[in-house]
């Protein structure tokens, strides 16, 4: 199985709809981020979380919330969706156990806001 | 603040053949830097990372970087490409003392047969 587990993988969804993407991790990380993929302009990051009382803003955080439900689930919801949201979004984590923060990543959802 | 520039955002190169992906990089304080590769459809993963130490480091499948502090680069090399190795692939650094990781924007590698 794998360890870090994205819901639903292809979503196509209306403008101004509500929509909740899910992310899963078997692999004991404390750790939980997400990020969206546009073409050109690799990953940025819109939320994190460290533990499951914190949570933070990432640099594209507007038209997002998250919610860290335990330490395995991390949700990303886009409470309006609109069209330039459609995106690859990755769920990723990571323990910090080393001197580096190296980041597992899930399969991604692939969103299309029509 | 840290950012990362690929200096190329594709680059064909025919099997068997040599190929080096550019990665440089601005920091203000230490860094460590890595190579993520992306298989198409599929999430990224570690190809390598350097954190200290020798500056020559070696990853998976046959993958190495060269870590050069005075030009703040971390270039991607490979001897001898293989069709499998077409991907999408990021050069990311993060602060020595922080836990965010800046990713550049990918450099698709198309291997032609």
């Known amino acids: 199985d794998a360890d870090v587990t994205q819901t639903p993988r292809n979503r196509i969804t209306k403008t101004g709809k509500r929509i909740m993407l899910e992310c899963s991790q078997t692999?004991?990380?404390?750790?939980m981020y997400w990020y969206r993929q546009d073409p050109g302009l690799g990953l940025r990051l819109i939320y994190y979380?460290?533990?499951?009382?914190?949570?933070n803003k990432g640099e594209i955080s507007d038209g997002y919330s998250v919610s860290r439900q335990a330490q395995a689930k991390f949700s990303l919801s886009l409470e309006s969706a609109i069209p330039n949201q459609t995106a690859l979004y990755f769920c990723?984590?990571?323990?910090?156990?080393?001197?580096?923060?190296?980041?597992?990543f899930g399969p991604g959802t692939r969103l299309t806001v029509l | 603040a840290q950012s990362v520039t690929q200096l190329d955002s594709q680059v064909p190169v025919f099997e068997e053949a040599p190929v080096e992906l550019r990665c440089n990089y601005s920091?203000?304080?230490?860094?460590?830097l890595f190579w993520y590769v992306q298989y198409p459809n599929q999430g990224l993963q570690l190809l390598l990372k350097?954190?200290?130490?020798?500056?020559l480091v070696k990853g998976i499948n046959g993958f190495e970087a060269e870590f050069n502090k005075s030009q703040t680069s971390f270039h991607l090399r490979k001897p001898s490409v293989h069709i499998s190795d077409t991907a999408e692939y990021f050069c990311?650094?993060?602060?020595?003392?922080?836990?965010?990781?800046?990713f550049g924007a990918g450099t698709r590698l198309f291997v032609k047969a």
């Open positions: 990311a650094v993060s602060g020595t003392g922080g836990f965010k990781t800046i």
């Open positions: 350097y954190l200290s130490g020798s500056t």
């Open positions: 990723a984590t990571s323990d910090f156990s080393g001197p580096a923060d190296t980041q597992y």
């Open positions: 979380s460290f533990d499951v009382k914190d949570i």
């Open positions: 692999k004991g990380h404390d750790r």
């Open positions: 920091s203000s304080v230490s860094v460590y």
